[in-house]
Structures are given as structure tokens and as C-alpha cells.
Nanobody, 122 residues
Framework: QVQLVESGGGLVQAGGSLRLSCAAS????????MAWFRQAPGKEREFVAG????????GYPDSVKGRFTISRENAKNTVTLQMNSLKPEDTAVYYC???????????????WGQGTQVTVSS
């Protein structure tokens, strides 16, 4: 079992930045591929970023490419998402997820955090 707790969400103006963090506890953190997803009201959950234990990053979707960066610190059992140049369309609940394989599909992840709200005002 892995417990994931996100933090760092909030309200920010367009063009601003936020840094989300995900703290993991339980089973060995390094066993898992980590990812961030987001879900806006009325929309499907969307892959945002993913990273392997060794730091290899899965390709970012066009919607966030060049603006978002995922990183992880295995010694601290944390994964972070740095979000720059935020846009109103980035408004969503952001979820941290842990899985066994490198995939951008939500069904590939075993453990999920409770989510943190990010709201970008225009």
C-alpha cells in the first residue's frame, strides 16, 4: 500500500506559477513510476507528467509542454510539479499517482492522492 498526499494548490493569476508536491509513504517509493494527472469539471482525467525512479520523464502533453516540469527526490519520497506560465485552462484538481509502468493512461496507476485544487484566474 502507498499513501499519497498532495499539497501546494491554490489560486493564482494567469501567468503565475505554482509548485505542487506529493509526499509518499508506505511501500518502497522507488518501486513506482510517479505521475500527475488533472481533472477539470465535466472533463476526463488528463495525464500531465510522469517520471521513472531514475528520473526519465515521459513526454508531456502539448497542453503543458514547456511550462510544467516534474521531478522526484527518492530519498525524501516526494514528487513535485513545477507549473509556470499558468493559464485559466489549467484550472483543475491535480492528482498524484503511483503505478508500476510508464504510461499516460489513468487506468495504469494503482494509488492516487486525494487531489489538490488549482485555480487560475484571468
Amino acid at each position: 500500500q502507498v499513501q499519497l498526499v498532495e499539497s501546494g494548490g491554490g489560486l493564482v493569476q494567469a501567468g503565475g506559477s505554482l509548485r505542487l508536491s506529493c509526499a509518499a509513504s508506505g511501500r518502497t517509493f522507488s518501486d513506482y513510476y510517479m505521475a500527475w494527472f488533472r481533472q477539470a469539471p465535466g472533463k476526463e482525467r488528463e495525464f500531465v507528467a510522469g517520471i521513472t525512479w531514475s528520473g526519465f520523464r515521459l513526454g508531456y502533453p502539448d497542453s503543458v509542454k514547456g511550462r510544467f516540469t516534474i521531478s522526484r527526490e527518492n530519498a525524501k519520497n516526494t514528487v513535485t510539479l513545477q507549473m509556470n506560465s499558468l493559464k485559466p485552462e489549467d484550472t483543475a484538481v491535480y492528482y498524484c499517482a503511483a503505478g508500476r509502468g510508464a504510461t499516460n493512461e489513468a487506468r495504469g496507476y494503482i494509488y492516487w492522492g486525494q487531489g489538490t485544487q488549482v485555480t487560475v484566474s484571468s
